[in-house]
């Protein structure tokens, strides 16, 4: 039997990816976020219009995006609730949000210089992708979320996870780290727990280290 639900979250599960973009002042920002989806060589990214990344994003025109294993977890954990701008709104201190502006050193995790843009990847995920920004547009009604669409200019991939002789990864291989309705999960199972769940007052359903 259905029952009629007012859901308050619609995060039904979606791949975590590791934005990276550079400061007015050519620092690197990093921002997890996992409303993402893509068709051919072309990905959509929905994002805080104020956010740091949007801000850095509509002004370089190209951005890095690193996929995280599932045993990443734990750095993208340590992400959740930074923020790369000084200007907390009440919103973001009411969360638990903290302004942070090395943020790849507060997750543990390494920069490494990408190929065609100048934001830089992350050195542990093993898919990165560098991109140019095709179209930005107003996702809601009020503009508090922008919907980015970006052009994937080059692929780096571990070559652990590619099937040889092709240039495709193989499926199996791949672990990708997940976020449903806020938990993180790995090959089906939760694998961290969450601060953003715990920061959002997701219930609590799931068991993880």
Known sequence: MHRDVDLKVLYFGTPVVLIGTRNPGGSANLAPMSSAWWLGNQCML???????????????????????SASLAGAVDRLALLSGTPELTEHKVEKGYRYEPDKFGAAGLTARAAAVVAAPVVAECPVQLECELVSAVPFDDGGRATAHTVRVLRAHVHEDLIVPGTQHID?????????????????????????????????????AS
């Open 171 to 207: 499926p199996l291989r791949w672990d990708p780290l997940i976020m449903k309705f806020c938990e993180f999960f790995g090959d089906g199972q939760p694998v961290h727990t969450s601060r953003l769940a715990r920061a959002w007052q997701i219930p609590r359903t799931v068991r």
């Open 46 to 68: 929905g994002m805080n219009s104020g956010s740091q990344t949007t801000r850095n994003l509509l002004r370089e025109r190209e951005c890095t995006l690193s996929l995280p």
